[in-house]
Each structure stands twice: as C-alpha cells, then as structure tokens.
C-alpha cells in the first residue's frame, strides 16, 4: 500500500476517486496495486493554523484495516509540516445513530454531549480512537433531531 499526496494538483485522480465536486486541496490517497482505498482531504484557510478535515472515506470492504488511521497520520504529518496547529471537522448524525439523535437538545446541550453514546457505529467513535476530542454540537443543524457533532485533534 503507498499513500499519494495529490496536493490538489492531480485533477485525474482525484476525479477517479471521488464525485467531480467533491475536489478539495491537500488531498491524499492510499492506494495498493493501482486500485484506491481511500482518501482524505483538508481545506486550509488562509492566515489562520487550523484546517478542515474534510472529506474522509475508506473503501466500504476495506474498513478497519487501518487505513483511516493511516492516512489520517499522514495527513497530519503535512499540515504539522505546513505550520497547522488544529484538525477540525464536524461529523453529521442525521440516521440517529448516536444518543444525540431523534432527541432536543436544548436546553441542556453541553449535559447530552457529555453523555453521548454510539448507538449503531457512528464515525465519531473512530475519530476519538485516533486521538480527537468532541468540542461542541450544533443541534438540529440538519433539520430536528439532526445534529452535526464537531471534533478537533491538535497537531503541534
Ligand atoms: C470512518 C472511516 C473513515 C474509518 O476508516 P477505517 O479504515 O475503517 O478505520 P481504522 O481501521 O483505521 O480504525 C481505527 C479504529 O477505529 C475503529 N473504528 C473505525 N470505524 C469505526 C466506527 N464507525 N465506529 C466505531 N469505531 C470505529 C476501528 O475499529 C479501530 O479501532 P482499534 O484501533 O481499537 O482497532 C470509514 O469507516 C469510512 O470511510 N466510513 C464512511 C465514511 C465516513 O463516515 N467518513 C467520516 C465522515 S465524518
């Protein structure tokens, strides 16, 4: 398996991986015998040290193999390189699969959050295996009961 840093240069390969509009920069892939396994991308904003992770996928039959984690490590490696500070992304659950799912929020967010389970393999849990932590909420961010879930991972 070898990771490829496309660098938001290699159009082809990017379109070979993904929807065409779903093309980010700082993108790299894992591929092994010329087939891609996944891909991760980062969205930088300028003069500031933080990055959007966004988006990561790994192969449906090629899950928990430690790809995530892999390409994930080597993601950091290069905003670490290019004076980063924080990875954040949000991770939606609009298919209630955490307990923040199907359930108001409101008032006592930040009591919820606290709590959180993962009812039916939510990605957050993967996330905070690889050394994430939840920062915040948004409720019903993708309509009632639907919330987007934010996480950062510092790599200084
Ligand atoms: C989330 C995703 C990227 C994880 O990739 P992966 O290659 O399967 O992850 P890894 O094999 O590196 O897993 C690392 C650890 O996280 C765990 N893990 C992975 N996915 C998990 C999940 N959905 N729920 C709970 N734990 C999970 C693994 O079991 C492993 O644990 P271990 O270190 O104790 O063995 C992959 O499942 C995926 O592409 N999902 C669909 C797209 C998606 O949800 N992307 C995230 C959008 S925010």
């Given at each position: 398996m070898r990771i490829i840093d496309l660098d938001g240069e290699d159009r082809e390969t990017v379109h070979a991986a993904a929807e065409p509009e779903d093309q980010t920069p700082a993108s790299d892939l894992l591929c092994e015998a010329g087939t891609i396994l996944g891909w991760i991308g980062a969205i930088p904003q300028v003069r500031r040290p933080r990055v959007q992770l966004h988006p990561l996928v790994v192969?449906?039959?090629?899950?928990?193999?430690?790809?995530?984690?892999?390409?994930?490590?080597?993601?950091?490696?290069?905003?670490?390189?290019?004076?980063?500070?924080?990875?954040?992304?949000?991770?939606?659950?609009?298919?209630y699969m955490t307990s923040l799912g199907g359930v108001a929020l409101f008032p006592n967010v930040l009591e919820r959050l606290m709590n959180i389970r993962n009812l039916r393999g939510?990605?957050?849990?993967?996330?905070?295996?690889?050394?994430?932590?939840?920062?915040?909420?948004?409720?019903?961010?993708?309509?009632?009961?639907?919330?987007?879930?934010y996480m950062a991972k510092s790599v200084r």
């Open positions: 192969r449906s039959d090629c899950r928990h193999r430690g790809i995530g984690r892999a390409v994930l490590a080597d993601l950091e490696d290069r905003v670490r390189e290019r004076g980063g500070l924080t990875i954040w992304l949000g991770t939606d659950d609009e298919d939510h990605p957050y849990e993967f996330y905070r295996k690889i050394g994430c932590a939840i920062t915040g909420v948004l409720p019903d961010a993708n309509g009632p009961g639907k919330p987007d879930l």
